[in-house]
């Protein structure tokens, strides 16, 4: 009997936790949802990765259940933590590696090729074929070119000079 009286106690004094840490958690949400969202938005000009950091902030104070001396205290710890937490999403690779829509819809759209010159475009190495398609078709600068092939600029900007060489030769002898 004495074990289940005990068993039972264990029961209450879990749910008083968690009802507790529901409580703390709703606080939270109330006092700082909208500091972080706006603060990380700032930082990350995009909504939905903000929300992200939202809820990664919340863990990390549920997490690591730090004390606080005053409510301010509490507060700057909250805003310091956000601001580190979106210099770390916009030093990740997926963040780097990525573009955003706006900037796509920004971009003109390729024009239909001439087929002849497509053709000669495909008759090239890989290297010069892609690098001229990105260059011409798609808008891309030599830059952008070189972070998309894991190439360096240089790389990049010899393989359109070479391409546009062989284009020309092979132009000139028709």
């Known amino acids: 009997m004495s074990c289940i009286i005990y ?38 000009k995009n909504t939905s990765d903000a929300e992200d950091i939202c809820q990664t902030v919340f863990l990390k104070y549920m997490m690591s259940a730090p004390e606080f001396t005053s409510h301010e205290h509490e507060k700057a710890w909250v805003i310091r933590t956000t601001i580190n937490v979106c210099k770390n999403e916009l030093k990740s690779a997926f963040f780097r590696k990525t573009t955003g829509i706006d900037e796509i819809a920004e971009r003109k759209a390729p024009e239909d090729p001439d087929p002849a010159i497509m053709e000669e475009v495909m008759k090239l190495p890989a290297n010069y074929r892609i690098s001229i398609y990105l260059y011409y078709y798609e808008g891309y600068s030599a830059s952008e070119i070189a972070d998309i092939l894991g190439k360096k600029e240089s790389a990049v900007m010899a393989y359109l000079s070479r391409g546009r060489k062989k284009l020309k030769i092979a132009f000139s002898d028709e």
């Open 7 to 44: 068993e039972g106690l264990q029961r209450k004094e879990s749910e008083s936790e968690r009802s507790m840490e529901e409580r703390e958690a709703r606080r939270l949400v109330a006092d700082y949802a909208d500091m972080i969202l706006r603060i990380s938005t700032n930082y990350l």
